[in-house]
């Protein structure tokens, strides 16, 4: 059974850094594009950064120059490193990825595969002074 478990969440004053970590775990073939997502109170989620298998990565403006994202393809881990927070940053931070695994086996041998989209439980941010 596939996980997402993310951690680094907390409380930061406005100016300062949190990193963000969100480890796969489970009998995955392959992990494609991997992202994160945020939700604050009141608002619809949204994409804050993503990062294909290749290392392309793409960024909401509201957080262009600020944030980085980065995975490790041998450790199955997405890293979002976050700096100069703001107080419009605080929201529930959610870890995504396209992950492949298999549908089907027999005699040993994989017969079928499926990709499914997965999500963490979700990390809170919060940036006060």
């Known amino acids: 059974q596939v996980q997402l478990v993310e951690s680094g969440g907390g409380l930061v004053q406005p100016g300062g850094s949190l990193r963000l970590s969100c480890a796969a775990s489970?009998?995955?073939?392959?992990?494609?594009?991997m992202a994160w997502y945020r939700q604050a109170p009141g608002k619809q989620r949204e994409l804050v950064a993503g990062?294909?298998?290749?290392?392309?990565?793409n960024y909401a403006d509201s957080v262009k120059g600020r944030f980085t994202i980065s995975r490790d393809n041998a450790k199955r881990t997405v890293i979002l490193q976050m700096n100069s927070l703001k107080p419009e940053d605080t929201a529930v931070y959610y870890c995504?990825?396209?992950?492949?695994?298999?549908?089907?086996?027999?005699?040993?041998?994989?017969?079928?595969?499926?990709?499914?989209?997965?999500w963490g439980q979700g990390t809170q941010v919060t940036v006060s002074s």
């Open positions: 489970g009998t995955i073939l392959s992990i494609n594009d």
């Open positions: 990062i294909t298998s290749g290392g392309t990565t």
């Open positions: 995504n990825a396209d992950i492949r695994t298999v549908a089907a086996a027999k005699g040993g041998l994989v017969s079928a595969v499926k990709n499914d989209d997965y």
